[in-house]
T-cell receptor, first 110, second 113 residues
Framework: SQELEQSPQSLIVQEGKNLTINCTSS?????LYWYKQKYGEGLIFLMM?????EEKSHEKITAKLDEKKQQSSLHITASQPSHAGIYLC??????????FGTGTRLQVFP | NAGVMQNPRHLVRRRGQEARLRCSPM?????VYWYRQLPEEGLKFMVY????????ESGMPKERFSAEFPKEGPSILRIQQVVRGDSAAYFC???????????FGEGSRLTVL
C-alpha cells in the first residue's frame, strides 16, 4: 500500500474560494515538503515542515504538520488562477530521499 | 546562480534505442536524485547519487536502467533498449551536502515511438 496518500486527487474551485489539500503518511515523518508543479514544468519548492504542530505561511498559502507528524495540510486562502497546478507533498523518513504523494491537481476558474 | 539544468528537455526514441539524460546540479550541490513521472501519476524515486557513488538505487528497474554521477561533469541517467513504457518525464533534483530541500530541474520528457 502507498506510504503517502494525498487527497483530493483533483480539485476545481472558483476564484476567491478557500481550499485545503491533505497529505497522510502511514509512518511518522522526519520532514514534510510541499511542492507545486505547473503543467509540463518542474517542481517549485513551497514549504518544509519538521516539527510536530508546526505551521508556516507564505502569501496566501499555509501549511501545517500535526502533532503526531503523520499528517499535513496545505490551505490556500482566496484562490487565484495563478494557484492552478499540481501540488505534491514529499515525505522524508529515516532515509536520504523524498517519497512523493500522487499529487493534487488544482484548477481555479474565474 | 543557475538552477538544476537538465537536457535534453525533450527526447524521442524508437523502441530498442538508447536514451541518455543529463543533469547538472546547482553549484555547490553534491547530491543528485532522479525521479520518474508517468502521465497522470506522481513522482517515483529512482536513484540517489553522490559524486562517484550510488547511495540508493532502490527505485531503479533491475534491467536497462543505469545512472552515474562522475567526479567531473553531469549526472547521467541511461536507458538502454527503450520500450514504450519508458515514456515519461524524468526529473533530476539536487541538494547541498547537509540536505534540506531538493531543487528540481525542468525535467526531460522521453517519448518512445
Amino acid at each position: 500500500s502507498q506510504e503517502l496518500e494525498q487527497s483530493p486527487q483533483s480539485l476545481i474551485v472558483q476564484e476567491g474560494k478557500n481550499l485545503t489539500i491533505n497529505c497522510t503518511s502511514s509512518k511518522t515523518l522526519y520532514g514534510l515538503y510541499w511542492y507545486k508543479q505547473k503543467y509540463g514544468e518542474g517542481l517549485i519548492f513551497l514549504m518544509m515542515l519538521q516539527k510536530g504542530g508546526e505551521e508556516k505561511s507564505h502569501e496566501k498559502i499555509t501549511a501545517k504538520l500535526d502533532e503526531k507528524k503523520q499528517q499535513s495540510s496545505l490551505h490556500i486562502t482566496a484562490s487565484q488562477p495563478s494557484h492552478a497546478g499540481i501540488y505534491l507533498c514529499g515525505a522524508e523518513y529515516n532515509t536520504d530521499k523524498l517519497i512523493f504523494g500522487t499529487g493534487t491537481r488544482l484548477q481555479v476558474f474565474p | 546562480n543557475a538552477g538544476v539544468m537538465q537536457n535534453p528537455r525533450h527526447l524521442v526514441r524508437r523502441r530498442g534505442q538508447e536514451a541518455r539524460l543529463r543533469c547538472s546540479p546547482m553549484k555547490g550541490h553534491s547530491h543528485v536524485y532522479w525521479y520518474r513521472q508517468l502521465p497522470e501519476e506522481g513522482l517515483k524515486f529512482m536513484v540517489y547519487l553522490q559524486k562517484e557513488n550510488i547511495i540508493d538505487e532502490s527505485g531503479m528497474p533491475k534491467e536497462r536502467f543505469s545512472a552515474e554521477f562522475p567526479k567531473e561533469g553531469p549526472s547521467i541517467l541511461r536507458i538502454q533498449q527503450v520500450v514504450r513504457g519508458d515514456s515519461a518525464a524524468y526529473f533530476c533534483a539536487s541538494s547541498p551536502p547537509l540536505r534540506g530541500e531538493l531543487f528540481f530541474g525542468e525535467g526531460s520528457r522521453l517519448t518512445v515511438l
